[in-house]
């Protein structure tokens, strides 16, 4: 099952119509419904909006849940990466929504110019970001910081935040997320 069909699965159980669900996480009906259709892919920002009001994991959009085990793993080459094309940025999970946990890890390829959304975020939890190459510009409140290869950052995830690769290569970081979000 694609991520659109994910969505659209949830929306019809919780029983929201396509422009109730649209302008709760204020995207156009149109434009979810191509989301739905597979004809078009939500930003990280997109995809945080509906699982939250869908009351879902992000991880349950992009992987099939099973029973909650202890420990899991996954080879490089069995990581499944989502691309948000508008957003210019992959992200895979580096656990499994199998695993019972109290942070997500997350792998996020961010091309130049990409970004998690036009707008700044907040949630509960805490965030740290270690950049295994390129640079990334992370935005908190109104205080800029720029992220080179190697460097780490930490975050309350209430405060408002967003990213952007203003770099001319590749961004690869390492994200970790507490509570899961995904």
Do not use: C
């Amino acid at each position: 099952m694609t991520i659109g069909e994910r969505i659209k699965k949830k929306r019809n159980e919780k029983g929201f119509s396509l422009r109730e669900l649209a302008g709760k996480v204020d995207l156009s009906a149109s434009f979810l419904s191509q989301i739905e259709q597979g004809k078009a892919s939500p930003s990280i920002e997109n995809l945080k909006k509906i699982a939250n009001y869908l009351e879902v994991k992000v991880s349950y959009l992009i992987e099939e849940e099973d029973e909650a085990l202890g420990s899991f793993h996954i080879k490089k080459e069995d990581r499944k990466y989502v691309e948000s094309i508008d957003s210019k940025t992959s992200i895979a999970l580096l656990t499994s929504s199998k695993i019972e946990k109290n942070m997500e890890p997350i792998m996020y390829e961010i091309k130049p110019g990409g970004e998690s959304g036009r707008g700044f975020f907040n949630h509960n939890g805490e965030e740290f970001i270690y950049i295994v190459e390129g640079t990334l510009d992370i935005y908190i409140e109104d205080q800029l910081t720029t992220l080179n290869e190697g460097d780490s950052f930490y975050f309350k995830s209430s405060l408002n935040h967003r990213f952007k690769n203003n770099g001319k290569k590749l961004t690869k970081a390492i994200w970790i997320v507490t509570p899961p979000t995904f």
